[in-house]
């Protein structure tokens, strides 16, 4: 798929970051510690998307850098246009966020202990959404892809015409949690062996035949739950959220700050576990004291998971399902290298 960020401004998709006050709030104190512009503080937005949450931290600290990270070439384009105006305070790089490391050293710093504060601002954005012909809404018919990145091979027309049918259900079940999966995906083999998928909208069309009639009318679109699966799966979500939360974890400095949004369970249940890792003793149970370098390595900055209120989401109806959690680090894990680590190479 060609580049189309020049046929679009951030404007065109109302995107509006999710919880950006809460995003500063809990992210500032952790840029401001050397200077109150934020001078000589890393930010990693680790999905970047159209940009809004990082428009808002360059702009209030201007003496802030950013990394920006997304495996979106068009979002990069997109972003890139909005962030021009910073454009020597941050830098954009095309990749996955559990390739974090990686790009910290393309950027000149360090993987362990170099950066100020990370932002994870999960699934699908509302730009992808906006753009039909990527296939992610189910509301709108398009060619049946779902590819974050289009360089990837596998799309969903691929999972759905070529995988068995035990795949399709185990699938849908894990990763949509449908109570219809079985019967979903025996009615997409039946189908294909006939008329292959292409588009989104066959695909509709053949869930709420799948889908009594009941169910359809309770728990929202009949085509969410599937959808979210066939995009987890191709690509690879899950997978990288378990990844990449220890990666980001381990590139924060001590009193670094970390903010995780999530939509849905599956993600939010990947986090509430890495976390609670983050946050407990190491200590062997039984002992009674705590042993020296044995402590919690994080500590937690909310309580449990926090919600948006309710004037926000009436406001950014995509913000109702979001779930945001936050750790600052309290002690590194590793002895740090020569040097401070916080500038370029």
Known sequence: ?????????????????????????????????????????????????????????????PGLRLIGLDRD?????????????????????????????????ESGYRSVGSVDGVLLDLGVSSMQLDQAERGFAYAKDAPLD???????????ADIVNSYDEARLTDILQRYGEERFARRIAARIVRRRTHTPF??????????????????????GHPAKRTFQALRIAVNNELDSLRDAIPAALDALTVGGRIVVMAYQSLEDRIVKRLFAEAVSSRTPIGLPVELPGHGPRFRSLTHGAE???ADESERNPRSAPVRLRALQRLELEVEPQHGSGKGEA
């Open 1 to 61: 798929m060609a580049d189309g960020s020049r046929d679009f401004d951030p404007s065109d998709f109302g995107h509006v970051p999710v919880l950006a006050q809460r995003c500063v709030e809990l992210l500032t104190p952790a840029l401001t510690r050397d200077h109150p512009d934020g001078s000589g503080a890393l930010l990693i937005d680790a999905t970047l998307g159209a940009g809004g949450h990082a428009e808002r931290f360059l702009t209030e600290l």
């Open 73 to 105: 070439p068009n979002a990069l384009g997109i972003a890139g246009r909005r962030l021009a105006r910073f454009a020597d305070r941050v830098t954009l790089v095309q990749t996955r966020f559990d390739h974090l490391p990686a790009a910290l050293a």
């Open 146 to 156: 779902m590819r974050m990145d289009p360089a990837l091979s596998l799309t969903a």
């Open 198 to 219: 292409t588009t989104t909208a066959e695909l509709v069309a053949l869930l709420y035949e799948a889908i009594p009639a009941a169910a359809r009318r309770t728990g």
């Open 307 to 309: 919600r948006a209120d």
